[in-house]
């Protein structure tokens, strides 16, 4: 398994404005988020931010209602 590594001087260029808002890990799980990798959260902000900036993001509200919906199909079946 390789490590990711974001430069937190990349971070503070790129998301300037987002910075004081999110800070640097949240930051960099959308920097990761836009590399192919999947950011799993309970965060529904950051979780919009990522979605919003082409990332791989999966909110556990998400996964929830996916549960729900799953399990009224087969209560209808």
């Given amino acids: ?37 999947l950011v799993l959260t309970d965060d529904g902000a950051i979780s919009a931010f990522i979605a919003g900036n082409q990332g791989a993001v999966l909110n556990f509200e998400q996964l929830r209602n996916l549960l729900i919906q799953k399990r009224s199909f087969r209560n209808k079946q």
């Fill in 1 to 37: 398994m390789d490590e990711a590594v974001i430069s937190s001087q990349l971070l503070v260029t790129k998301y300037t404005r987002q910075f004081l808002t999110f800070g640097f890990t949240d930051l960099a799980l959308c920097e990761l988020a836009q590399q192919s990798y």
